[in-house]
C-alpha cells in the first residue's frame, strides 16, 4: 500500500514515521510512504500557498492552484483515494482505517488555516476525515493517526495479528465494543502489590473468563457508549448483566 502526503510541512513527519509499526511495514515492503511539499507545486517566487478569502473574514484560506497541481502530478502514473483531512470531514474510525486500508494507494491533504479553496473539495477531494470533535493546527498529526491505524490492519504488519483481533474497536471480534482488560507483567508481587491469583495458574479457560469479566467491568466504567445499540447476539456482547444497574442497555444477553 502506499501513502502519499500532503503538506506545507513536510520535515514534521521525519520522526513519527522512522519508528516502531510504521518503519517495519516500510522495511517490509509492505507499505511506501512519500511525504510531498506543497510549495513545490506553486508558481510564484514567494510559494504562495494561501491567500485571503473572498467575502473578508479572519484567517487564511489554501489555494486552489498548488492543491489541483500537487494532486494531479502524484496522481499521473496511477490513480488514488484522495483525503483531505478536515474537521468538516465524516469521523475517523476502525471502520473506516479498515475501510481504507483494502486500497492501493491512499493520498492525504494536510488542511491548514482556515481551510481549503472549496473546489478543491468539490472536484479533487473523494474523502474529507475528521481524527475527532476537537479543533488542531493542522492536518500533520491526524495524517499521523491515520496512516498509524490503517498499517496494523495490514497483514504482516503486526508481530502478532492476535492484537488486532483482541482489540476493543476491530469489528466482528468477540471483543467488539469492550476495552481491554487488566494486564499484568512480572515481578508477580512488587512493592505488596500482588498479581490476581488466576493469571498465574495456568488455567487458561478461567483466565478467559476473569479477563472478560474485567473487560465488562471496565467498559461499563469507563465507556458505556460502546455497548449502545445491536443486537442482543451481537459478538463481544456475551456474558454482559442485563441486570446490572450501571448497563444502559438493560436488553442486552
Known sequence: MRFDIVSIFPETFSGPFDFGIVKRAATAGLIE????????????????????????????????????????????????????????????????ALELSRLERVVLICGRYEGVDERVVENVV???VSIGDYVLSGGEIPAMVVVDAIVRLLPGALGCEESTERESFSRGSKWQGLLDFPQYTRPANYRGLEVPEVLLGGNH??????????????????RPDLLEPGTPDEPGREG??????????TEID
Open 205 to 222: 479457560a478461567e483466565i478467559e473468563r476473569w479477563r472478560r469479566e474485567r473487560s465488562i467491568e471496565k467498559t461499563l466504567k469507563r
Open 33 to 96: 510512504i512519500a511525504i510531498h511539499d506543497l510549495r513545490d507545486y506553486t508558481a510564484d517566487r514567494h510559494r504562495q500557498v494561501d491567500d485571503r478569502p473572498f467575502g473578508g473574514g479572519a484567517g487564511m484560506v489554501m489555494k486552489p492552484e498548488p492543491l489541483f497541481r500537487a494532486v494531479e502530478e502524484i496522481t499521473r502514473e496511477s490513480p488514488a483515494h484522495v483525503v483531505l483531512l478536515s474537521p468538516q470531514g465524516r469521523l475517523f474510525s476502525q471502520e473506516v
Open 240 to 249: 454482559i448483566d442485563p441486570g446490572d444497574e450501571h448497563s444502559p442497555r
Open 126 to 128: 473523494d474523502d474529507e
